[in-house]
């Protein structure tokens, strides 16, 4: 049996990037993941597929499991020979009471690391537009908690910049103690709520007028707070506030950062039909066929790992032709070695069928890589050319739960496909006013303009 061993790792402040590679890599080890309440899912997603997830932040009735309930936990799991990780939000060591989850592996001979994480006592005033120092404000920071329930006042240390965390509870103390500790009504105070999230706010004011501005403002937590001269510069240096949030329902989501702040929700999932008899009996005679089509990036993906799973390569497509619906599908077939012969101008059906118009296709066989549901229009089309038509099921789609999205913080969105379309007609009934939509390609916008939806096609 291998050493089981602990690992303490930062999670970030909420932005499932801000982990560092070192915690990357260790979830994707892991056997077990005990997590806190507000990790971000898609980090858990990187776990292996057999690995044992547990919640021990708030979970079920909103209770969190007891301090002493986790410490057992993580022993007794390493104890078991596991790679256990532990993920905590923001910086492990930082008010999350990591030092006992330590203390506990230390006293019981467990084996453990600690990686780091980006906290969000910094990262809340980063992505707010405020740097903690400055040399033209200060050079001390403090960073406290406004956690202490029965007290009628916080200590507040001697430092030109103070963050304050665990604090939204707290915050009618804590400006009163700044006011009493002789900090000037007139000093500019920031709460960064859900920091470094696409539904980040930021609420300043003058610390006189500070508490009447939250209330107004309704502020929640997850906050920090940051009080000094230094939050003078929110304004100027507000860079992530300015970016459109964009909603990108598809896959590869990193592809498209230039557009903005973005918001990756999956609606549907590819998966794997259930029976490929029929697909690979086409496959044993993929060598007689004039034209593959490929109209969806899925379609190339599955046709492929179909083609291997029967021990097959790109070399069995060899006395074909090859063509590709639009660029995005051309791009993932070079992937297979596979450099498409024909990708119309206008990408759709139609685009297709105007370039197989070109060409006689009188008997001259085809083969279209679908899925389930695929549209009748090229096939339709190419039958009246004459051609010699066969469909091949290689995949389905299954509609998933997207999870919680605040529209209201929504910007744009990104539709990468027409089966996203759909599914998120589906589920919302239309896209809420306001929002810019793009598409990724012409068969995309065709979908969307059938559902009602303006778009564009995303350039
Ligand atoms: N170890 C954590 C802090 C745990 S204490 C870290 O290093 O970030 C929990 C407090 O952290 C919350 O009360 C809040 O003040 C702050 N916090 C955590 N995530 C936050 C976020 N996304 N936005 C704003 N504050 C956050």
New binding site residues.
């Given amino acids: 049996m291998s050493e089981g061993k602990v690992y303490l790792i930062?999670a970030g402040?909420?932005e499932a990037e801000l982990i560092t590679l070192k915690g990357y890599r260790l979830i994707c080890r892991a056997d077990v993941i005990l997590h806190d309440h507000?990790i971000p899912s898609e980090l858990l997603r990187l776990a292996k597929p057999n690995t044992e997830i547990i919640s021990v932040g708030k979970f079920a009735s909103r209770h969190t499991m007891p301090q002493e309930r986790i410490n057992a936990l993580l022993v007794e799991k390493a104890g078991d020979g596991k790679v256990v990780v532990r993920l905590?939000?923001?910086?492990?060591y930082?008010?999350?009471r990591g030092g006992e989850e330590a203390e506990a592996c230390a006293d019981a001979e467990i084996d453990f690391e600690v990686v780091p994480?980006i906290?969000?006592?910094l990262a809340?005033p980063c992505y707010g537009g405020i740097p903690p120092t400055h040399r033209d404000c200060t050079s001390s920071v403090a960073i406290v908690t406004g956690?202490r329930k029965d007290e009628k006042e916080i200590e507040i240390p001697d430092a030109g910049t103070i963050i304050f965390?665990?604090?939204?509870g707290n915050i009618e103390t804590i400006v009163n103690s700044l006011l009493k500790a002789k900090w000037p009504p007139e000093t500019k105070i920031a709460a960064?709520?859900?920091?470094?999230?696409y539904n980040q706010r930021v609420i300043t004011a003058a610390l006189d007028d500070f508490l009447e501005t939250v209330k107004e403002a309704k502020l929640q937590?997850?906050?920090?707070f940051i009080v000094g001269k230094v939050a003078e510069l929110q304004k100027k240096l507000d860079w992530f506030g300015k970016k459109p949030n964009v909603l990108i329902l598809g896959n590869h989501p990193q592809k498209y950062q230039r557009l903005g702040n973005i918001v990756h929700r999956r609606i549907i999932d590819c998966v794997p039909i259930d029976d490929y008899s029929e697909a690979d009996a086409v496959l044993k005679n993929i060598d007689t066929f004039d034209w593959l089509i490929f109209t969806s990036v899925n379609g190339a993906k599955y046709l492929f790992e179909r083609l291997y799973a029967t021990g097959k390569d790109a070399r069995a497509l060899a006395g074909a032709k090859i063509a590709a619906i639009g660029k995005t599908t051309a791009d993932r077939l070079t992937e297979f070695g596979i450099s498409a012969d024909m990708v119309p101008q206008n990408e759709s059906s139609e685009g297709l069928l105007e370039e197989f118009g070109k060409l006689d296709m009188k008997n001259k066989k085809v083969l279209l890589p679908q899925s389930e549901i695929a549209s009748k229009q090229l096939p339709d089309g190419l039958l009246g050319m004459q051609a010699v038509i066969e469909k091949m099921t290689v995949y389905k789609t299954i509609d998933i739960d997207p999870g919680a999205i605040d529209f209201d913080c929504i910007d744009q969105i990104l539709f990468t496909s027409g089966s996203t379309v759909r599914a998120f007609i589906k589920r919302y009934g239309c896209v809420p006013a306001g929002i810019k939509v793009y598409c990724l390609g012409q068969p995309t916008l065709n979908v969307a303009k059938e559902n009602n939806i303006q778009a564009e096609v995303l350039r």
């Fill in positions: 930062g402040p909420g507000l905590k939000g923001g910086d492990p930082l008010f999350g994480g906290t969000s006592a809340g956690h965390l665990m604090s939204v960064i709520e859900n920091a470094t999230c937590t997850p906050a920090v």
